[in-house]
């Protein structure tokens, strides 16, 4: 099937987090016409969206339970009961698996379930994720703390919980150990410790003369229990093979990250030594029309709000390339007539 003989989608948007739906919503709103697809079960699953409980860094939104997927849930229902509900075709519970650059400069897209698609422009939003600690291969143990938040992963969005409490941070290089630096001059912990579950620390000298100052314990043994209560989600500390146990009543895990950036460089798009796709100011990438927002772009914080206004810049200067190519067509009627 050729663009020619299917219809082409002015804007198709990747990904229904944070910058997806402000992508989606910013698109409608400009009168554009937009594909979404959401992401599969799977995608949604295995994006940091989804793991967002309590976001308390951004005004207003302390009362969600879901800081993400309910503001998120509210916006979409407000679009399809509003008079921009025509602009907005979404295809629920599904992911994109390709995507491609036609001959002619449009994008062909096949989805989750094998559905073809066409769009003119297109804004990728898939996100990244932080990678899991694993006890004896499973990381299950970690699960019910990361849930409650009491281990966590972003440093802006939620370290001021570790204020007056026993912390420790799980990770073994260089970025582990300022992040336990950071915590530590910012708020003072009773005690701050590294814990490198097994590996082997690998810490540069500046840092280990700051661990040294702030009496920030290393603790390289394989971590065999993680202890609390689970159903509360309260962390209590942590057993060691080597038998001894510590008191932690807070945790932050520092191991890196999974950017899901394979439909970008399907595409052809650039991306830097992390992964992370590299766009223009307005969020395109060395694709022609292919944008990213989110934490998926290079050199930008890894917010709620940043993606927001990521999603908006790329959103308006799309509008902007639809509206220059109406008015010269609607120009050369005029002069033509
Ligand atoms: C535990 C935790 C707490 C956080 N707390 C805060 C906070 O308090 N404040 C704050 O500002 N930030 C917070 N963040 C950061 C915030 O979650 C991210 O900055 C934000 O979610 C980035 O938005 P995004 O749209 O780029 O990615 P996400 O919100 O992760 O969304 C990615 C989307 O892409 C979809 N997707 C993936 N693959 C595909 C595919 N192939 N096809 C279609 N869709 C796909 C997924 O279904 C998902 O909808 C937190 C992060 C974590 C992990």
């Not at 099937?1 to 804007?11: C, D, G, H, K, L």
């Not at 992508?23 to 016409?33: A, I, K, P």
């Not at 379930?113 to 422009?121: D, L, R, S, V």
């Not at 420790?168 to 530590?184: D, N, P, Q």
Request: net charge neutral.
């Amino acid at each position: 099937m050729s663009t020619n003989e299917s219809r082409i989608y002015q804007i198709a948007v990747i990904g229904g987090g944070a910058a997806g739906v402000m992508s989606v919503l910013r698109g409608v709103l400009n009168n554009d016409e937009v594909l979404f697809f959401p992401g599969s079960a799977k995608d949604k699953k295995r994006s940091r969206g989804f793991w967002v409980a309590k976001v308390e860094n951004m005004p207003g939104y302390q009362g969600y339970k879901k800081g993400i997927e309910n503001p998120n849930k509210d916006t979409l229902e407000w679009i399809a009961e509003s008079e921009f509900k025509d602009n907005l075709h979404t295809i629920e519970k599904t992911g994109v698996t390709s995507v491609e650059r036609m001959a002619d400069g449009n994008f062909k897209l096949e989805d989750t379930n094998g559905g073809i698609h066409f769009a003119k422009y297109v804004i990728l939003c898939t996100g990244i994720m932080d990678v899991q600690p694993h006890f004896k291969e499973s990381i299950q143990p970690i699960l019910p703390y990361a849930n409650a938040q009491t281990v966590d992963y972003c440093l802006r969005c939620d370290g001021h919980h570790v204020l007056d409490k026993h912390t420790s941070i799980i990770g073994h290089t260089s970025g582990a150990a300022w992040v336990a630096i950071m915590l530590k001059e910012r708020y003072n912990t009773p005690s701050m410790s590294i814990l490198t579950n097994g590996e082997r620390p690998d810490f540069s000298d500046e840092v280990k003369e700051l661990m040294d100052l702030y009496k920030i314990e290393v603790f390289d043994s394989e971590i065999v229990e993680v202890v609390g209560d689970k159903r509360a989600g309260q962390l209590h500390g942590y057993k060691f093979a080597s038998g001894r146990q510590i008191e932690s009543y807070f945790s932050f895990v520092s191991l890196g990250t999974i950017v899901y950036n394979e439909l970008a460089k399907q595409v052809g798009a650039n991306v830097d030594d992390r992964g992370y796709v590299v766009t223009d100011a307005k969020g395109m990438t060395n694709i022609e029309n292919f944008y990213v927002a989110g934490d998926l772009r290079a050199g930008f914080k890894k917010q709620i709000y940043t993606a927001w206004d990521m999603a908006v810049d790329s959103l308006d200067d799309i509008n902007r390339k639809i509206r220059a190519e109406k008015r010269a067509k609607l120009l050369a009627q005029k002069r033509g007539s």
